[in-house]
């Protein structure tokens, strides 16, 4: 592939690469721009989708249904506070007409920079959505940017866990 140059009669090397055109990089240097910022934007949305906890509004109120020893998922953040699971586990045997001593836990944590203080309420429902027996837990506090797992030892009638088939929550928080 060599041709005489006819200036001068040099010869030089033409290949036939060398007339092609060769693409621009700035485009090549776009497409990876743009996927790397489709993949941030793509993280990014799934870390906070994946979290699953719905922002409700402070005091928080909802009815579920329930069983004993069943966990509650709640999966909601009331201004920072989130709270996933709600537990009521009998400690003894359930009978009827006595009072049975329980074990509440309440699993969550604390993502905001300052202390929160919890009061819950736990009205227990039957069937035909008649309210049967509140309990009030103790107030109780969380560390700010911390996990908890508040247990609390309570006494409910046996008539009650027995009967409830929903449990309607109620959640106030203050800072």
């Known amino acids: 592939m060599w041709q005489e140059w006819r200036r001068g009669s040099k010869l030089k090397v033409v290949s036939s690469r060398a007339d092609a055109v060769r693409p621009s990089r700035v485009g090549a240097i776009d497409r990876v721009i743009f996927t790397l910022a489709g993949l941030l934007i793509a993280a990014l949305s799934f870390s906070q989708a994946g979290t699953g906890?719905?922002?409700?509004?402070?005091?928080?109120?909802?009815?579920?249904?329930?069983?004993?020893v069943r966990?509650?998922?709640?999966?909601?953040?009331?201004?920072?506070?989130?709270?996933?699971?709600?537990?009521?586990?009998?400690?003894?045997?359930?009978?009827?007409g006595e009072k049975v001593k329980c074990e509440v836990s309440v699993v969550g944590s604390n993502e905001t920079e300052k202390k929160a203080t919890v009061t819950a309420v736990l009205l227990f429902e039957n069937t035909e959505g008649k309210g049967i027996e509140r309990l009030t837990l103790e107030t109780f506090k969380t560390k700010s940017a911390r996990a908890?797992?508040?247990?609390?030892k309570v006494s409910i009638g046996g008539d009650t866990l027995r009967a409830a088939s929903k449990v309607y929550v109620f959640i106030q928080i203050a800072f």
Request: proline share 4%; charged share 25%.
């Open 53 to 68: 906890y719905v922002a409700v509004e402070n005091p928080f109120q909802n009815d579920y249904d329930f069983a004993l």
């Open 71 to 96: 966990p509650i998922t709640m999966r909601v953040d009331v201004q920072g506070v989130r709270f996933g699971t709600l537990t009521v586990v009998a400690l003894g045997e359930v009978r009827t």
């Open 148 to 152: 908890f797992d508040e247990r609390q």
